[in-house]
């Protein structure tokens, strides 16, 4: 993301306890759903003959896809290529450059648990197929436009955040949703970066994450969503710039306290919790103005990457703030 990095940057205590506790949740899951696991693989070995690793990782929501789109919202360009689109990411817990896709593939997203905690009515983990399967699944064209002034257009497959806060029941004095990315050590290079305060984390407000363009992505062209992507769980914040579309979602915990976001922890100077779209605040080492369209050519940025009709409302008030970076 073209950051300075603050080198001998040391991690909070805190980060490391979390991680710890991740990770033996991690061993409980694995545990549990060996049953499962292996009767499947046992089909699937006798036909392809692959190893136990690729077994455990057949994608049992494959069946869901495609899903109906939703008209409602419309691209005035073309849908990006899926080769490009899945070929040029942003991912660093696989590496701080765009050629990711092939190293993600080592990430395992079955079994997958989503904890949700903090200010709710009664915390709970779910498994992501139980979760699949309670959540209104649609497809919605959708712009995306990353703080590096590129940008592309997804078919993503998914349901409203709405839809997952419901489900959480938040108490009536939260305000925030912090969401928190996988943190494995095994399958993701990045996290040998150890100046990067993992797990990657970020956060909406609750009115932002309620708004009708809040979507939780579970897929992307017609298919699962692929692991460089963000599998099995990722946001999509169209309005945002892209750094706030958290990908391969663990955990949702609900607080009164606004989180310091990963990018806002490596650079806050430069990086914020707001992060709207708009092409006359510049970053501080580059214009906003334009943006690259993937497999296009350069195009002016629109404020609120052309989304103001949905969200501008919510931040009338808060012009004191640091909405655009
Ligand atoms: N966990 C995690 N989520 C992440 C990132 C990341 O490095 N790690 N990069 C962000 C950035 S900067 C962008 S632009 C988008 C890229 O999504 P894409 O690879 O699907 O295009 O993911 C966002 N979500
Ligand atoms: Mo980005």
Sequence with gaps: MLIKIPRGWERPEREATDEALFR????????????PVLLMGGAAG?????DDEARA???????????NRNLRYRLDREVTSEKLATTYNNFYEFGSHKEIAKAAQAMRIRPWEVRIDGMVEKEFTIAIDDLLN???LEERLYRHRCVEAWSMDVPWSGFPFKALVDLARPLGNAKYVVME???DKETMP????????????????????????????????????PKQMGAPLRLAVPWKYGFKSIKSIVRFSFTDQRPVNFWQEVQGAEYGFWANVNPEVPHPRWSQATERVLGGGRVPTRLFNGYGEFVAHMYKGLEGEKLFM
């Design 190 to 225: 990045g996290l040998r970066q150890t100046w990067y305060p993992w797990p990657y984390i970020d956060g909406l407000t609750i009115e932002e994450a309620t708004n009708e363009l809040a979507f939780l992505v579970t897929g992307a062209y017609g298919k699962p969503v």
């Design 24 to 35: 033996d949740r991690r061993r409980l899951v694995r545990s549990i759903a060996a049953g």
């Design 57 to 67: 990782e057949a994608d049992p929501s494959a069946g869901l896809y495609p899903v």
């Design 181 to 183: 990315t996988l943190a």
């Design 134 to 136: 309670r959540m209104p």
């Design 46 to 50: 006798l036909l392809t003959g692959c």
